[in-house]
């Protein structure tokens, strides 16, 4: 008996062993087979490139100028003093857009604003530009002021005016859809953002347009900024500003909206018109107002004249706190156009006002930021003084710039060096093309005259839709 324990210990061990050894084999050949390639199927899906229909291209007009109160029964009633001159046009071979007019909560004989519709061609969109322009001298409203039709926009934003002593300023919403428009309004002041219950849940009906009192909205505010968000449809939205001391009206714009809050904006084309004064330069000073949409921040503010690369002025640099708006001096500058560009490490949204003085016959204007034009686009003229183009390379390459007028007849070539600007005269009442070719610019038009001052950013065609791709 003495002979088999030890056997068959020799044997479990035996066992063992060569279990361990299996073991480890199959390990390996999993792990072997794990790292080595399988042969696989692939099933590619059927695809096809297709390109979504092109949408119409919609503007619509800021329309005539309105007095507020000019009833002494009715101190809040709206009328219109005088009406919009249109300049309105497409390329040539295009066919026209169909113009109608919205109507509008302001007691008048007169029909609303205009909206223009080009419907697409051959799957591709339709460019249309349209500006409008107005002169006016009455009690309460006195100057010349002229604004660019523009697209609807679900948010936009409102830099310029005043709701203190003075002012007679109006927030006008217009809804150029086919359906209802839900819009919201919300100020931001020296107490930071308010949503005013006069501003909250408004409901604008398809094709027409509603008029606010600022003052309605944000009483005594002497820097306000608007935001304006719509549910349902897209909508266009302006500002009216007035001004009158000791009863005498001195001047009147219409301010175009800001589709987007950056880190960077472009006044262009600011156009110092008043008379030289001491040391040459003008008379009233230029006002940077500027807010820090969503965050505190800190910008940077760089005033260039046309023509030059180096700064007119040291730049300022400006601490800003969410949601208040700041006003920075500018400084007096002498007659000329400038380029105000303002620089901050979270989205801003800016606009400058310029005066040609503060007296009876003066008038004031807000010049509006400037979004980058990287497509052939189209900008009308209006009625009114000379207009002069002025165009921003902030780039680090020159560019080539043509201008030419939507007939054909009129055409020009800008060399704009990289970091600098240019500006040129063009004929009024004329629309026009600019292609920047394969570089990206910035570009405004303003004009000024006796008793005169106006300018409104231009805007890029809106891009044509890019291909999706369909799995059937």
């Given at each position: 008996?003495?002979?088999?324990r ?133 009690e ?6 002229a ?10 934003w ?53 008029v ?70 003008s ?22 004249q ?5 700064p ?41 006002r ?28 209006p ?17 080539t ?16 060096p ?55």
């Amino acid at each position: 008996m003495s002979d088999r324990r030890p056997f068959r210990l020799a044997t479990s061990s035996t066992r063992m062993l060569a279990g361990t050894l299996v073991s480890m084999a199959a390990v390996v050949a999993v792990v072997t087979a794990i790292s080595l390639p399988w042969p696989t199927l692939a099933h590619e899906p059927v695809q096809v490139e297709a390109l979504p229909a092109a949408s119409d291209s919609v503007l619509v007009c800021d329309g005539g100028l309105v007095s507020i109160g000019v009833d002494a029964a009715d101190a809040s009633g709206l009328a219109l003093s005088a009406t919009q001159s249109v300049t309105s046009g497409v390329l040539a071979g295009s066919p026209e857009p169909v113009e109608e007019s919205l109507q509008s909560n302001v007691s008048s004989g007169e029909n609303g604003p205009l909206a223009f519709t080009a419907e697409p061609q051959n799957r591709v969109r339709t460019d249309v530009a349209a500006s409008g322009s107005t002169t006016v001298a009455t009690e309460d409203l006195s100057g010349y002021t002229a604004s660019a039709c523009q697209p609807a926009l679900l948010e936009s934003w409102l830099v310029g005016g005043s709701a203190s002593t003075g002012a007679a300023d109006l927030v006008v919403v217009s809804n150029p859809g086919d359906v209802a428009a839900t819009v919201e309004l919300t100020v931001f002041g020296a107490d930071g953002m308010i949503t005013p219950p006069g501003g909250t849940d408004q409901v604008l009906p398809a094709k027409t347009q509603r008029v606010f009192p600022l003052a309605g909205l944000l009483l005594g505010e002497e820097s306000p900024v608007v935001r304006v968000t719509a549910v349902g449809t897209p909508v266009h939205a302006s500002l009216q500003t007035s001004l009158t001391r000791t009863l005498v009206a001195v001047g009147v714009d219409q301010v175009g909206s800001i589709a987007q809050a950056a880190t960077q904006q472009h006044i262009v084309g600011v156009q110092v018109a008043a008379a030289p004064g001491e040391g040459g330069t003008s008379g009233s000073s230029s006002i940077l107002r500027v807010l820090a949409a969503s965050d505190s921040a800190t910008a940077t503010v760089t005033v260039t004249q046309s023509g030059a690369i180096d700064p007119y002025s040291e730049a300022q640099t400006v601490p800003l706190s969410e949601g208040v708006p700041v006003e920075v001096d500018l400084g007096d500058l002498a007659v000329g156009t400038y380029s105000v560009a303002v620089a901050a490490d979270a989205p801003v949204v800016a606009a400058v006002r310029q005066a040609t003085g503060e007296d009876e016959g003066d008038d004031f204007a807000w010049y509006a930021s400037a979004p980058l034009i990287e497509t052939p686009s189209l900008f009308a003229a209006p009625t009114g003084p000379t207009p002069v183009l002025t165009l921003v390379n902030d780039a680090a390459e020159d560019a080539t710039v043509s201008v030419g007028s939507n007939d054909g007849e009129f055409r020009l070539e800008l060399a704009v060096p990289a970091g600098s600007s240019r500006s040129t005269s063009l004929e009024a009442r004329t629309v026009y093309q600019l292609d920047p070719g394969e570089a990206s610019v910035r570009a405004g038009l303003s004009m000024s005259g006796d008793g005169a001052l106006a300018g409104f950013p231009i805007w890029a065609a809106d891009a044509a839709a890019l291909p999706i791709t369909v799995y059937p």
